[in-house]
């Protein structure tokens, strides 16, 4: 399901976070199409994230970890795989024995006739979820090719269906004006998670950039941002709205990203090597220049996006 990163020279440096995705994904999508129950589906994510983080070393927020190392959350996963099951059975290889039991035991559609605790159940389930009538083929133009074809171009189908659906949950997390940290990742991730197909990593991590020290600062795994800071000296919750500026304290003002790297005095100033050879370098590509983006773009792109002109031609490539 999971689609390999291409060997290209550039993509070589993607050791880290790709090893850790290639190590752990397997054992936790082999059977997943057969695990029934939405407890035991979760109770696996749960132990997928874990197993990501010690893996790569990054022990951030999961929803920017999963989303930054294009790990869709199981669930998805798992309509995806049955989905192509019902593909297989009624279109690819309908003249099997399995099929020809599927299709007499499915005579009726209705979700009501069948029991939950049936593979077919949760086959239809998957498809009512995904929006897709059963009873048309989805790759018309392909019945003459070869099945495995027809079952790539399907499977490649499912991951845009997928990719659009999770990205629109995650963008339902991130009320714009919510200040929070789940909402602050979302908002800097926001033009990563344009791209089409979110089972690819963030181009970040495809690129000759340090990858695991920005995937520490977009997972918030890091204390270099105020805001990522939950726990006071004394081991109580700090809302998202009281963690200050350790620098600026007087003022009290949120010491999100936007702050500490673009416009607090004490710590902006490590982000001006940066910024120049960012200025330098989307001229060279004749991008629009750097003080034409948003503060929250410019924060965003400090933090391994791509400008938005630039993550759209790759995603036409
Ligand atoms: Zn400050």
Redesign the pocket.
Known sequence: MIKNVPNSPQHKTWVGARGGKSTVLPHFLQNLRYIQSTTDVAKLQTSLNLSLSRALHVYGDHIALLADTGVPPLNLIQYTHLAQLQFRLTKTQSDTLPATLFKTFNKSLALSNLHPSTLDYHIWNSLHQLHIDPLVDPLPHMVTLPHKSRERAYRNLLCTTISTLWRMDLLNQAPLHLPHTKASYIHIAHDDLQRRDLFKPAQYLCSHLDQLPLLRLRTQATSYIPSYLHLANDHTYTPYDQRY????LLIQ?V?NEL??LLH????SPLSHPAILSLTRAVHRSDLCSWSLHTPLQQTAILLGSSPPKLLRKHDKA
Request: net charge positive.
């Open positions: 500026c350790t620098s600026c003002i010491g702050r500490t607090c005095p004490h710590s």
